[in-house]
């Protein structure tokens, strides 16, 4: 998952996605912040978190927000496979013909 600081560098991140042939959300998730108009129209639709209107931008005071889920966001990870650790490796087999 990649979680980028404005919405304008999560839409950056998924055009660089489509020119490295990364799919977006199969892939790599990818979520932005301010909600601007152009996420909605981006492919896929970017999944957002927007700061409700009117509140002051205090570090002091949590921020009232939404989050805008869209088709930028895959499926969430299995939690049990995780936690249970990556499966085994299999051991690596080499063959030498002489």
């Given at each position: ?19 490295r ?31 409700m ?43 030498c013909?002489?």
């Amino acid at each position: 998952m990649l979680i980028c600081g404005t919405d304008l560098q999560a839409i950056g991140a998924i055009d660089e996605c489509r020119r490295r042939g990364i799919r977006v959300p199969e892939e790599l998730s990818i979520t932005g912040f301010d909600d601007i108009e152009h996420t909605a129209i981006v492919a896929p639709p970017l999944t957002t978190v927007k700061v409700m209107e009117g509140q002051a931008l205090t570090p002091a005071l949590p921020l009232e927000t939404k989050v805008i889920e869209r088709e930028s966001l895959g499926a969430a990870p299995d939690i049990a496979r995780l936690r249970s650790g990556p499966p085994p490796r299999r051991a690596a087999s080499i063959s030498c013909k002489t």
